[in-house]
């Protein structure tokens, strides 16, 4: 069984920045993806971000290129989600959760394991 943990989320005005974090622990196949998926209030969860566990190749939603970070510390086994230049609209419940890396990452729906969630919230 995998756990994922996270935490970071908090309130913060447009512009600003924070650090998700996603603790990763129990059983794991040699190699995945992790990735960052949101849920904004009475919208479908989306795609954020993804990384490849082992070679830490990322890919991420147009939304947020350029403004948010992927990156993950193999000896901590946690992955981060670094947000910049946040805007209103990135207010969301952000959820990290693990895909095979032979399934589509960028369908939520594919993603197995998940963390309980951590709200984002960005204020105008």
């Known amino acids: 069984q995998v756990q994922l943990v996270e935490s970071g989320g908090g309130l913060v005005q447009a512009g600003g920045s924070l650090r998700l974090s996603c603790a990763v622990s129990?059983?794991?196949?040699?190699?995945?993806?992790m990735g960052w998926i949101r849920q904004a209030p009475g919208k479908e969860r989306e795609f954020v971000a993804v990384?490849?566990?082992?070679?830490?190749?990322?890919a991420y939603a147009d939304s947020v290129k350029d403004r948010f970070t992927i990156s993950r510390d193999r000896v901590k086994s946690t992955v981060y989600l670094q947000m910049n230049s946040l805007k209103p609209e990135d207010t969301a419940v952000y959820y990290c959760?693990?895909?095979?890396?032979?399934?589509?990452?960028?369908?939520?729906?594919?993603?197995?394991?998940w963390g309980q969630g951590t709200q984002v919230t960005v204020s105008s």
């Open positions: 990384i490849r566990w082992s070679i830490g190749n990322t």
């Open positions: 959760a693990t895909v095979s890396i032979v399934k589509n990452w960028r369908d939520h729906r594919e993603y197995d394991y």
């Open positions: 129990g059983r794991t196949f040699s190699d995945y993806r």
